[in-house]
């Protein structure tokens, strides 16, 4: 039965700048984590701790056996070191500029609330085994912000958003754009009415390509190799022009690695093809017994889960003007409060929602939620051209989608 073990040290820090309301905070923290990782007779032992030394791991008793009988793909490890991103100078430069922002849009523009968060991360994993090390580094740049407006009602806009750290990419006019961002977001919501009771039911849904992330995000989850509810390999998911891949190597996304939490090189998998489900997400584990590869594992501290890393739907030729125009009924959906699979469809809790009229919208309104059944994305009649990158957090790992603006059937309350 194959066998594998190897040592793990992981170093970060964080700094943590916030402006909240005219206040100001500087937060810095250091974590050192080591750990030692076997799989042996079936199963992964792992002991690890927190700011001690590779010597003061523990072995677990030699007694504990499984009863699996699982065994681990033969697969190449990845050797060499990378890293990504660099420190960003002058980061409270990026506190004056939140402030001078916010204060302007206080003077005049409604807000009655303002706060900018900026978490800069920098991290090290090395993954230390026989074959050889595989390292990466990496600077992470996180912006939180959140917006409250008063314009008759009470409006809330918020934006989150993570690259890596680039002194061309992390400067003053990004932060402009987020708050205006997240500003705008707030007065679209003072403008948010009721939804009238007579409109609960089956729509045309128009799918902002945030929305549509959290929708494939979803639908992910039933990729995993390892989910009891995963859809059949060969599974008509949509129509033939639906195509999503995982890319670990795209560029535009914070989330690019070159090899997994096993330490095996990662790759673009083709998930789904013509609208059919053609791969899972693998681990080591998983793998041999779909006869595919490995590369997509997560979890140094536990025994691996896979997942995506950078989800990417495929664009289409449809301008965001003529999806409008196209819709006689309907309802554009904006922004995510939160999305997850109940049963059979997909729950998706919106920011806000507008109504079409014959290719014109006609007003906002606030959606208890939109639910989607499996099968209705069957129903995809158009995808736009143009691609927006969406990027969150999923069990505490940074994991992103790539997506653009679709046109569904769904249900609303």
Known sequence: MKEYNDMIEYDESNLELAYRDGHYEFNKSFITVNARREFKDGSWRITSCQ???AEGLENLPPALRSTTYDELLDTDLY????SL???VGEPTNLLTVSADICSELKGGGGVIRCEVVVNIRNYTKSIKRDVGNATESKVIVEFIVGVVSRLGRVGHGGVYKAVIGRSSEVNNALIDRLIRTAYKKSLISCRCKALNPVSIGRHQLILRPEVTAALIHEVSHLLEAMSLNKLDLGFRLGPEDL???DNPHET???TIRLFDDEGVPTIKRSLIEGGRVVDYHHTRL???KFYSNAGSAYGLYHPPISFHTTLVMKSGDWREEEIIAETKRGFIVDG???ANIVDSYIRIVPEHAAYVERGEIKDYVKLNEVKIPINMLRSLSAIGRNQSIRVGYERNFLVAEISPIIKIEGYIE
């Open 51 to 53: 700011g001690c030394s």
């Open 79 to 82: 050797v060499g070191s990378i």
């Open 85 to 87: 991103g660099e420190m």
């Open 243 to 245: 195509h999503v891949v």
């Open 252 to 254: 535009a996304s914070p």
């Open 286 to 288: 998983t793998a041999g």
């Open 336 to 338: 995510v409060v939160m």
